[in-house]
DNA sequence: TTGTTTCCTATTTATGTAATAGGATTATCG
DNA sequence: CGATAATCCTATTACATAAATAGGAAACAA
């Protein structure tokens, strides 16, 4: 019942893509810096983030990602679902007693993590250090 | 984003315990070779629910477990807690992004954990078997 | 051609789970 | 008392996966 980093950093990584938007290239350089991650892990993650068509790479000078869709069409549900592999649940579902607990709570967290969208992470992080969209 | 086999162990060990009821007493041997488990690694869980007061054990001849309190007041969100301990979200409470997303994350999950008790299981189980408490 | 970026694959290191092992303690019963 | 049967305690091993490191290949711009 945990994230992986792996999960974490991917997250880290789409935030970061999303909020340079169409203003210019985000690169993985850029960002294992900022946040202090491994520059090497992350360009990992971003591989498979791409590969996964959740984001777009171009390569040499100037390269970098952008989304390949919107934020607000990106889930935590997708995003968790591509780095931490299928629920492995083979022994859990041979035990009678707990099927019908596992399925209720996968449901639960599926709808919870579908209906979280990159773009809502941004908006909370905007509440967070105290900077708003409009001014009163 | 998955459940321990110790976690199901202990669950399974539970449930045992709970359908003998205070007919007799439920032992280690006895659950773990119906249910195929490793007796010795079955003893360090029933040990860790007894150190918690889930259950109460008798030593020697006779001896075995018994529930500490009904299986109505036992929740998975407690022997969850307990088995595979408090969630360590060290890392990610240090990214501001996903801070709300992680507390309401874990507010959805304890609220299902903690509305699912032993004696759900137990119903659950017999529906799947066919057995029910009543008929037409 | 040089430099900068993503991409690919292999290897190492760290960590935690699952299981094994051996014995100590407690209690029953003949 | 002595044999037996259960939980309890601690240490160690085996295994799997995550996290990180490493070296280079491919693509692209100036």
């Known amino acids: 019942m945990k994230l992986s980093r792996r999960t974490i950093y991917a997250i880290i990584l789409l ?51 952008h989304l390949e869709k919107a934020a607000k069409d990106c889930t935590l549900g997708e995003v968790i679902k591509l780095m931490e592999g299928e629920v492995s649940s083979d022994y859990i579902e041979s035990v009678n007693a707990l099927s019908l607990f596992w399925d209720g709570l996968c449901k639960t967290l599926d ?26």
């Open 15 to 65: 935030v970061a893509i999303a909020k340079n938007g169409d203003s210019g290239n985000t690169t993985i350089k850029e960002v294992a810096k900022k946040e202090g991650i491994s520059v090497k892990y992350l360009e990992q993650i971003g591989c498979v983030l791409c590969k996964a068509g959740l984001i777009k790479s171009w390569r040499g000078p100037n390269g970098g990602y």
């Open 111 to 136: 709808s919870y993590l579908n209906s979280t969208t990159i773009y809502d992470l941004i908006e909370n992080e905007k509440t967070l250090d105290g900077v708003y969209d409009y001014c009163i």
